[in-house]
């Protein structure tokens, strides 16, 4: 029988069992061995082995499929939500675009040795800033299978080993993906461990991870707002935050009503489960004619909207039962579902006020023919991403010609945005001489 002593001296002081935690550090150890090759890596030989793991993945698919079905009706079993499941799914178009997007890697330029700035100092030394790996990059996020994938290859790419820990809910599919990827590695003479995966360790090896200072160079977290705050709060790891998605569309008094019903349906409807799906609509107040027509198509298309009462006389009759008054609440959320927080406006200034208020810094979008209008919307909202008359779903790593995305950071430190290939890099002083020693 154990003693509350030994019970003790089997855990650290986060409560993560002493096993957990020597294995993770076992896994950062090696991560950081194998990247040593990867870093100073010829792009032909990465770029060969990210197109082996995309010829991989679509002979793969079979398993893949297999596991990811697995993997959703555990996730049904356990009530979790359509949005999440959607996430989680994978079918043969989703594997084939997984594909596709580590081949759009191979096509983009290594940012690994790139000179930012250089010059010649009057002492006569050479002084050069070059893009460098970030070294070793941990990844926490949860029932994403595609993200196993886009951070794999954007990792290797840039001559960065990963960590990931996907979660509980994907586990099979990516225990099958990270096989898939970890063979076309050592099949092109790296090691396969540059990529490894610790979901078998489960949430101990999640908060394991985020205390690797030293040994693990970055954190990124993706997905809801509770895992990215747990992160952010509890790592001791340098953390990359990305955030999440309270994503804003407002429709001009100039709007075109034809746009402004095209855009708010692509923004809201084309996949309303991801971080750049629009969440709340503002609508001037003059741009009756637009307004009416964006609701009846949203309504049509089985959004549920949350509205004040500008947005409720222009409802459809028929709309009556898909819709309620908006509160505070919904002005705040996230819905990643057929959901729609929809205000009117008296103005630009007081669209741009709301949205100060409630946006996460993520994307936000306008549709206007007022050009004056776009140019301070442009230069006032202070966020990622700004959108001039198109959807809000272009700001994806794959849209913007990254090839893929680790994730849509929000903070300010480093990288902003839509993070592809220069944003797993950081930089390194060179200073050639002759003998210089300084007076």
């Not at 949350?306 to 908006?326: F, I, K």
């Amino acid at each position: 029988m154990s003693t509350t002593a030994d019970s003790a001296a089997a855990t650290d002081v986060s409560g993560v069992p002493t096993e957990v935690r020597d294995a993770i550090l076992k896994v950062a150890a090696r991560a950081r061995k194998a990247r040593g090759e990867l870093a100073t890596a010829r792009r032909a030989r990465k770029d060969e082995t990210l197109q082996g793991m995309a010829d991989a993945l679509l002979a793969g698919a079979p398993a893949i499929l297999a596991a990811n079905r697995k993997d959703v009706e555990d996730g049904r079993a356990k009530g979790t939500s359509e949005a999440m499941l959607d996430r989680l799914s994978l079918d043969e178009q989703r594997i084939g675009a997984l594909a596709a997007a580590l081949e759009e890697l191979v096509a983009l330029p290594d940012p690994v040795g790139n000179v930012m700035r250089g010059r010649d100092l009057p002492n006569g030394m050479h002084l050069t800033q070059l893009r460098v790996p970030l070294g070793v990059v941990g990844a926490i996020y949860e029932a994403r299978p595609n993200v196993t994938v886009d951070i794999a290859g954007l990792a290797l790419k840039s001559g960065n080993a990963v960590i990931l820990r996907g979660g509980s809910a994907a586990r099979h599919t990516n225990t099958v993906l990270i096989q898939i990827l970890r063979e076309q590695a050592l099949a092109h003479g790296f090691e396969a461990d540059i990529i490894q995966g610790i979901d078998e360790y489960g949430r101990d090896g999640a908060t394991a991870l985020m205390s690797e200072r030293g040994s693990v160079d970055v954190l990124i977290p993706r997905g809801g707002r509770d895992l990215i705050q747990t992160v952010v709060r509890n790592a001791k790891v340098p953390v990359i935050e990305t955030g999440e998605g309270n994503v804003h569309l407002f429709i001009d008094a100039s709007a075109p009503v034809k746009m402004a019903v095209d855009i708010a349906l692509n923004a809201k409807t084309q996949r309303v489960s991801v971080c750049n799906s629009a969440e709340t609509l503002l609508i001037h107040a003059e741009a009756e004619e637009a307004g009416r027509e964006v609701l009846r198509a949203l309504s049509r298309a089985g959004v549920f909207l949350h509205v004040d009462a500008g947005a409720r006389a222009w409802l459809p009759s028929a709309a009556g039962s898909s819709a309620e008054t908006a509160t505070d609440e919904d002005w705040g959320t996230e819905y990643l579902a057929l959901e729609m927080a929809v205000k009117t406006v008296g103005s630009l200034d007081e669209a741009m006020e709301h949205i100060r208020r409630w946006s996460t810094g993520h994307t936000e979008a306008i549709v206007t023919n007022d050009l004056a209008n776009a140019d301070r919307f442009v230069a006032e909202i202070d966020s990622a991403a700004v959108i001039v008359n198109a959807s809000t779903r272009f700001t994806d790593g794959g849209q913007l010609g990254l090839g893929a995305e680790v994730g849509i950071s929000t903070q300010k430190m480093h990288a902003r945005g839509p993070m592809g290939l220069e944003e797993l890099t950081t930089t390194k002083w060179v200073l050639r001489g002759q003998g210089q020693i300084r007076p």
